[in-house]
């Protein structure tokens, strides 16, 4: 052997040797825990097991929605004559004695807005005419309706037949009021069943001072 294979020999077990030392030195590869291995496999087992065990479902049936039938028209009947006639209330007839019955205002006395003196006594007259058809008979009579109700009677009554054409003269005593100002009393001519008779209505204003 030559002195330069000697050398090249000599490199050669050199190099060797240190990649023998390196590999020897390395850090050694990580070994897994043996404890991870069990516990995948308890994982799928169990895994397996519920899959086994729950039962799968078949989906559930979804209900179509029901069509709402249309509404039907309801067909108008067209009312007949005699139903618009018994329907319309009828006014209940009123009695010939009444329909007869109508009065006609002629005058008062004294005129109105004359002035009276306070407790002083003073007559009021109105006269009335029978219009209508019947006779008034003892029974009709003039009645205070409102206003201010003056000192004396409040129903003057008729005290002799009125025919048809006839006239009637009602008389009130009464006093002026201790009140100052004008004063104003209503009065209605009604029939002996209480029923007001048309044109019968009147009043007298008078002023106290």
Excluded at 78 to 99: D, K, R, Y
Excluded at 155 to 182: H, M, N, R
Aim: glycine letters at 8%.
């Amino acid at each position: 052997m030559s002195k330069m294979q000697f050398k090249s020999l000599v490199c050669i077990l050199s190099l060797i040797s240190l990649v023998l030392t390196a590999c020897s030195t390395a850090t050694p590869a990580p070994t897994k825990d043996p404890a991870i291995y069990y516990t995948q496999a308890a994982g799928t087992v169990i895994a397996q097991l519920t899959a086994a065990v729950t039962p799968t479902l078949p989906p559930t049936a979804t209900t179509a929605p029901t069509d709402t039938p249309a509404p039907t028209d309801t067909p108008y009947i067209m009312p007949t004559i005699a139903s618009l006639v018994t329907s319309v209330p009828q006014a209940s007839p009123t009695p010939a004695q009444e329909q007869g019955n109508y009065a006609r205002y002629l005058y008062t006395v004294p005129l109105d807005n004359t002035t009276e003196t306070p407790n002083h006594k003073f007559d009021v007259a109105w006269g009335l005419q029978n219009i209508g058809t019947t006779t008034w008979t003892p029974g009709f009579k003039l009645v205070w309706v409102g206003k201010e109700q003056f000192p004396g009677k409040i129903e003057i009554d008729i005290t002799k037949a009125v025919p048809p054409g006839g006239k009637y003269e009602f008389d009130l005593g009464t006093f002026g009021s201790e009140q100052l100002g004008l004063h104003t009393t209503g009065w209605q001519l009604e029939t002996d069943r209480g029923l007001p008779i048309p044109g019968g209505y009147v009043y007298f204003i008078y002023k106290s001072v």
